[in-house]
């Protein structure tokens, strides 16, 4: 409702002009709340990972890409195109989950809970996460000493899925998932050592990725 008539939105917009909703940040306790952090949270992440790994003693032995998607919601087609063109052997998707960690709601039906830790996908509604990548990314949070938590998502699918369909024969798919608050409504909320457990096991993942026995 902008409050004009008519007449005076047409001045403004048409049908098919692109709008957002509009929606500063604020820090509440220890978290974080704006528009719109589903999928911005992730893009923090990954530029943040990116940091990390230009100053880390080992870099990644093979060819790694980083790539920043478009178009999941309507069929995850910037990852469908990306998977395509790149073909991984190994793909982690990045994508806030529901943590609906308020009260009155029981504990299976939360999914996350925030200040719990970054959530490592074990299945959404579009992805069974490859086993061993889920294994991997468990021994990886253990051995660095990162909190974190699972996370099956019953309703609702990423872009994980096409990182493990659009190649031949499939790729050791899984994921990171940022527990978000409010997800599609305007007060979004993520926790900060979350988001920052998030990056630590990103950044470990990418380096260690070639020290893990990927056999069945």
């Known amino acids: 409702d902008t409050g004009l008539t008519k007449k005076e939105l047409e001045k403004i917009i048409e049908v098919g002009s692109p709008i957002t909703r509009e929606r500063e940040l604020v820090e509440l ?16 992440m990954l530029l943040e990972s990116l940091r990390a790994l230009k100053t880390a003693k080992k870099a990644p032995a093979y060819d790694f890409y980083a790539v920043f998607t478009v178009q999941e919601e309507i069929g995850l087609r ?17 994508d806030t989950t529901i943590a609906c960690d308020t009260p009155g709601v029981t504990p299976q039906k939360q999914i996350t809970q925030l200040g719990e830790g970054a959530a490592i996908k074990i299945m959404d509604s579009s992805v069974i996460s490859d086993y061993r990548m889920v294994e991997f990314m468990k021994a990886t949070a253990k051995s660095k000493k990162i909190k974190w ?29 940022i527990p978000t608050r409010y997800i599609h409504q ?18 470990a993942c990418v380096c260690d990725l070639d020290k893990h026995d990927w056999s069945f």
Request: glycine residues 12%; contains cysteine; negative net charge.
């Open 29 to 44: 306790g220890d978290n974080v709340n704006v528009k719109s952090l589903d999928n911005r949270a992730s893009v923090f």
């Open 78 to 94: 910037g990852a469908n195109a990306s998977a395509l063109k790149i073909q991984p052997d190994f793909g982690i998707g990045l």
């Open 149 to 177: 938590q699972p996370e099956i998502l019953h309703a609702g699918g990423t872009d994980t899925a096409a990182l493990q369909q659009k190649t031949p024969g499939g790729s050791i798919a899984g994921a990171i998932s």
């Open 186 to 203: 305007v007060t979004e909320m993520a926790n900060k050592s979350d988001l920052d457990n998030c990056i630590k096991l990103l950044t």
